[in-house]
């Protein structure tokens, strides 16, 4: 039998342990006490550059070409929507060291937390970079460009052109559509003369680029750090949901993603849809293995009442150089910002990417066109060049993923059978959920 | 008669030692429902576990066209699995290899700390059980209590203190954090508690041994099995740590542990990340992810064969006293 004084003992020891046990979980959950304002270091020349892995080959050339410099290249998981590297930037901004000099953001939507107040990590390369911006087709780098600074260089340029299967378009005697409007009554038509034809797909997380973006609907029209403006009954977006609507109700469009395992079947069925200068590439030639001479990319298309195309952006990746360095490390990490964006070694030789950086974009032309795989292949590639300046500038990239809302919510809704108009709903309800869980103030004019 | 009576009753002492026979040895309904509710769950359980050992075997296109039979065993082959094995270790900068240098890293955080933790735990768990001291029931509860603290919630602290010595990307920071090992020290503490009288530790003092000579030349000898739990249980704790190795060893590309490197293999593969995967010389499907995971696996199913005798011995530490 315990005694009082033994018992008390115990509970006085339980006690203690418990408030310490909580003091310090308290401590190690309590929320980061710095900010990315950090005093400016220089190791005076060595730097770290963190690529993820179709990146490598860029440092690599880089490390090949300025034996001078020291270089330190790691690679990174490049899983695209990953939440990791932001946690470990946070670590770094806690510690107040860590950071890498350079690096290839796996998903764009990183640059919105590189450049937040809280990570502050991507410097403002306006005066730095001056005369590399100068070879940079404006609506290029405009993701890169945040409250009037350029915090990120793009790496390749991603617009969309319009792909045609020519083939398919001169045995039928069709014409290639000009406008959206054109596009969509032209997909139902064929599907109604060719059961199983698809003029599009709607499925994966770049169809809201594809779509949306290319109207200029405002799903991601950043107005400041912390407010965003999403509304989905602006004319813009109506137009957008109008055509994707007509689409499947006429059995126009496929409900798959691009990447999904049946699209490699479904596409072999594609007679035309907008789509990123890299689906003739890796989607037509190598992972659908349409036969060379088949497709081919022309001009976006331009809305009716409009003088000028207006296109979508699928991907297209960034560099960030760190703001936290200065003196010889400063000057070694802007010798290889410039290198990776501009210099023929990783832009021409490399890269099955096109380029962004506009003087380089012919010599990447001149050796991708040898392969000679498009129907219409100079035509195709001078469509690639002009594209980018299409691309309407006010669409940033913010916390929230407005392509994995739209795989969550329209994929799902097609999918099963059900309306458009139900997934478009639900994606106008989470787009504004997900922002106001990021913190944003969401205004809808 | 009364060797006679002798032997009655060993021959009841030995009849008691004989496993008895459980449930009805008859076909009843009632057992054949509870042979095939058995047969259910472990099908439920061995089924998955078939197909993705199959899947490493497989071919890639076979696997996207959904062919190969019942869970792709009629696709297994040996030259499928070279192929894949040449896809998982070309990955990397330079011509690949980086899957094996994983490997490495992994047994090498996984052991020392392991290492460590046997070499701290064990003597604090007989402290505790067999010493008397100054706050010896508070240091027990403290340790009761780190047991049961996610490890994710130490990562950022441990984070800090391991850059403020400017070690982050190095391994020995891992091994010595992983050797810190507060079940481990329970476990041995149970052990001592369940297998090592009172009695004996003050025997051995009075015939004049030492603290330290009680437990070198007394505990020591028969802590085997608590030695090979121990030491099980924080490998299998160390192989499988993600958060640890994420965040101290990220930043350095020659150091990292396979628990991380399987993500970064994922995150590379068409099926997840098609436009990344796009540039790269390799092409990681699933037949390919599933071999890198079973070979991360193996190292773990060796320990476990090996240390089956100790482990089926020690599952009972605490259950009897002594």
């Not at chain 1, 960030?320 to 802007?334: D, R, V, W, Y």
């Not at chain 1, 990239?397 to 639900?426: C, K, Q, R």
């Not at chain 2, 203190?161 to 891992?174: D, F, K, T, Y």
């Not at chain 2, 640890?244 to 990340?273: D, H, R, Y």
Request: aromatic fraction near 12%; charge should be negative; hydrophobic fraction near 45%.
């Amino acid at each position: 039998m315990k005694t009082r004084g033994s018992r008390r003992t115990t509970v006085k020891t339980v006690l203690v342990a418990g408030v310490a046990s909580t003091m310090f979980l308290l401590t190690a959950c309590s929320p980061a006490g710095t900010t990315g304002d950090q005093e400016q270091t220089d190791s005076g020349g060595k730097i770290t550059v963190w690529v993820d892995p179709p990146r490598v080959p860029a440092a690599e050339a880089f490390v090949t070409a300025h034996p001078e410099i020291e270089t330190n290249v790691v690679q990174i998981d490049g899983t695209v929507g990953g939440k990791n590297l932001q946690q470990q930037f946070a670590q770094f901004n806690q510690a107040g060291k860590g950071w890498p000099d350079a690096i290839f953001f796996p998903s764009n939507d990183d640059i919105a937390w590189a450049t937040g107040a809280q990570i502050n990590y991507a410097a403002d390369l306006t005066d730095d970079m001056a005369t590399v911006l100068e070879g940079y087709d404006p609506a290029v780098n405009a993701p890169c460009e945040i409250d009037d600074k350029i915090r990120c260089l793009r790496n390749d340029a991603a617009p969309d052109v319009f792909w045609y299967n020519a083939t398919f378009f001169a045995e039928n005697g069709y014409s290639v559509p000009k406008t959206w409007e054109e596009y969509g009554d032209l997909a139902v038509q064929i599907a109604a003369e060719h059961p199983g034809k698809i003029s599009g797909f709607l499925g994966d997380a770049y169809a809201p680029d594809r779509y949306l973006w290319a109207s200029g609907c405002p799903t991601n029209a950043r107005q400041s750090e912390t407010e965003v403006t999403i509304n989905l009954d602006d004319p813009s977006c109506v137009r957008a949901k109008d055509l994707i609507n007509q689409l499947v109700e006429g059995n126009a469009a496929s409900t798959l993603g691009i990447f999904d395992a049946d699209a490699a079947t479904a596409g072999l069925e594609l007679v035309m849809s907008p789509g990123a200068v890299w689906w003739g590439d890796y989607l037509f030639n190598q992972t659908w293995k349409i036969p060379a001479g088949t497709m081919a990319g022309t001009t976006p298309l331009t809305w009716d009442g409009e003088s000028e195309p207006s296109t979508g952006n699928e991907g297209g990746g960034l560099w960030g150089m760190s703001s936290h360095i200065t003196g010889e490390q400063k000057k070694n990490a802007l010798t290889f910002m410039e290198f990776v964006a501009t210099d023929p070694a990783w832009q021409v030789e490399l890269t099955t990417g096109l380029p962004g950086y506009g003087p380089v974009q012919d010599a990447w032309i001149e050796k991708q066109s040898a392969a000679n795989y498009f129907a219409e292949n100079a035509a195709t590639f001078e469509a690639f060049k002009e594209a980018a300046s299409y691309v309407p500038g006010d669409h940033a990239y913010m916390l929230y993923n407005t392509g994995g809302i739209w795989a969550e919510t329209v994929t799902p809704a097609l999918a099963s059978g059900d309306t458009f108009d139900a997934g478009w709903s639900a994606f106008g309800d989470e787009l504004v959920n997900q922002a106001k869980t990021f913190g944003y103030t969401v205004q809808s004019e | 008669m009364a060797s006679t009576k002798k032997l009655v009753v060993r021959d009841a002492r030995l009849e008691s030692h004989v496993p008895r026979v459980v449930g009805s040895q008859h076909w009843t309904p009632g057992r054949i429902a509870r042979i095939a509710t058995m047969l259910f769950v472990a099908a439920i359980f061995i089924f998955p576990m078939v197909g993705f050992v199959a899947m490493a075997f497989r071919d890639a296109d076979n696997v996207a066209a959904g062919s190969d039979g019942f869970l792709g065993l009629g696709g297994m082959s040996w030259d499928n699995v070279m192929f894949s094995w040449s896809q998982v270790n070309g990955f990397g900068p330079g011509g690949g290899g980086l899957f094996t240098t994983w490997i490495g890293n992994s047994l090498i955080v996984s052991v020392g700390g392991a290492v460590l933790a046997v070499l701290g735990a064990i003597p604090a768990g007989y402290a505790l059980s067999r010493l008397r001291f100054r706050f010896r029931r508070l240091v027990l509860i403290v340790t009761l209590v780190t047991m049961v603290i996610p490890n994710t919630v130490l990562v950022i602290p441990l984070f800090l203190e391991v850059s403020a010595i400017n070690a982050v990307g190095e391994l020995w920071p891992v091994v010595v954090i992983m050797g810190f090992y507060p079940f481990g020290v329970y476990l041995s503490y149970i052990h001592f508690m369940t297998t090592m009288p009172a009695e004996l530790v003050e025997a051995a003092r009075i015939d004049g041994l030492g603290e330290v000579a009680i437990f070198l030349q007394v505990a020591t000898p028969i802590s085997k099995q608590a030695v090979a739990l121990v030491a099980f249980f924080a490998f299998v704790a160390n192989w499988t740590n993600f958060f640890l190795p994420l965040a101290l060893l990220s930043s350095n590309q020659q150091n990292k542990t396979v628990s991380i490197g399987l993500q970064e293999l994922i995150g590379s593969s068409p099926l997840f990340n098609p436009t990344v995967a796009a540039g790269l010389d390799v092409k990681l499907y699933m037949p390919q992810l599933a071999l890198a995971t079973f070979l991360s696996m193996l190292p773990l199913l060796a320990l476990f064969i090996g240390a089956q005798r100790f482990l089926m011995r020690g599952q009972t530490v605490g259950a009897v006293k002594g």
